[in-house]
Nanobody, 123 residues
């Protein structure tokens, strides 16, 4: 089994910063792309950013220039540095990863999600 565990959410004032972490553990051979999504109650989950294993990044327009995604392949961890936070950034943030994993049947690639961490930006 594979697990993704996020940390670092919380309450911050507008203009402030937070850093989220997401650590993968379990039956991991390697991790391909990792990324972050966010969701506000009553709305669809929104893609935020993605980083490949080699470090290529891409961002949603709404966070470009304010958020920075990075990863530590040795620790199977992805980070999201969020600066200049706005009230509209308030959401539950989920990490996502494409992981080459294994079982008794062999190796296969699957997509995994973390449990989510709440980020609340106050004005």
């Amino acid at each position: 089994q594979v697990h993704l565990v996020e940390s670092g959410g919380g309450l911050v004032q507008a203009g402030g910063s937070l850093r989220l972490s997401c650590a993968a553990s379990g039956s991991i051979v390697s991790i391909n792309a990792m990324g972050w999504y966010r969701q506000v109650p009553g709305k669809q989950r929104e893609w935020v950013t993605r980083i490949t294993r080699s470090g290529t990044t891409i961002y949603a327009d709404s966070v470009k220039g304010r958020f920075t995604v990075s990863r530590d392949n040795a620790k199977n961890t992805v980070y999201l540095q969020m600066n200049s936070l706005k009230s509209e950034d308030t959401a539950v943030y989920y990490c996502n990863a494409e992981i080459l994993t294994y079982s008794a049947a062999g190796t296969y690639t699957a997509e995994y999600w973390g449990q989510g961490t709440q980020v609340t930006v106050s004005t």
